[in-house]
């Protein structure tokens, strides 16, 4: 949370953190976000530089924003992190054993309990055409040989 916003820098307060019983600590940990750290704030989509050439002109006093540590551990340094509008979910399995070596459902449990990687409906689009492509390569196929609207049957290749 942002408690406070000067030219230069921004003072922030830090979630507390949770004990082993589960219960928010007392202790209350602060930080700061130097202008420098957040100076793609200062910019818009598009890239134009906005009006604000200072953190007073992106953040108040009361806003909840995103952050991320920098330097050492311990320090109070930290970095403005902008949270991403769009979720995703990806696995990645061993296409010889079948073993998944990674699954990610989404950016934030805490936004959205939503597992994208095992709850949703899969619309492969264009994420299909380099199979279709690598299986061309294979048979030597070239863009001169048309196939649009062509019916019959394909041969499953046997190594």
Same mark, same amino acid.
């Given at each position: 949370?942002?408690?406070?916003?000067?030219?230069?820098?921004?003072? *922030?307060?830090?979630? /507390?953190? @949770?004990?082993?019983?589960?219960?928010? +600590?007392? #202790? &209350?940990?602060?930080? &700061? *976000?130097?202008?420098? !750290?957040? #100076?793609?704030?200062? @910019?818009?989509?598009?890239?134009?530089?906005?009006?604000?050439?200072?953190? #007073?002109?992106?953040?108040?006093?009361?806003?909840?924003?995103?952050?991320?540590? *920098? =330097?050492?551990?311990? +320090?109070?340094?930290?970095?403005?992190?902008?949270? /991403?509008?769009?979720?995703?979910?990806?696995?990645?399995?061993?296409?010889?054993? =079948?073993?998944?070596?990674?699954?990610? =459902? =989404?950016? +934030?449990?805490?936004?959205?309990?939503? !597992?994208?990687?095992?709850?949703?409906? @899969?619309?492969?689009?264009?994420?299909?055409? /380099?199979?279709v492509y690598a299986a061309a390569l294979d048979t030597a196929t070239t863009p001169a040989l048309g196939h649009h609207g062509r019916s019959g049957r394909i041969r499953l290749r046997r190594p």
């Open positions: 949370v942002v408690l406070a916003v000067s030219a230069k820098q921004v003072d *922030i307060g830090l979630r /507390p953190e @949770r004990e082993a019983g589960g219960a928010f +600590s007392a #202790e &209350r940990k602060t930080g &700061r *976000i130097d202008a420098k !750290n957040m #100076e793609w704030a200062f @910019r818009s989509a598009t890239g134009d530089r906005k009006s604000t050439k200072s953190p #007073e002109g992106v953040v108040a006093p009361g806003d909840v924003v995103y952050v991320e540590p *920098i =330097g050492e551990t311990g +320090s109070d340094s930290y970095r403005l992190r902008q949270p /991403p509008k769009v979720q995703g979910g990806l696995v990645a399995m061993d296409p010889h054993t =079948g073993r998944v070596l990674a699954m990610v =459902g =989404g950016f +934030s449990y805490g936004q959205s309990e939503f !597992n994208r990687a095992t709850q949703a409906m @899969r619309q492969p689009g264009s994420s299909f055409k /380099p199979l």
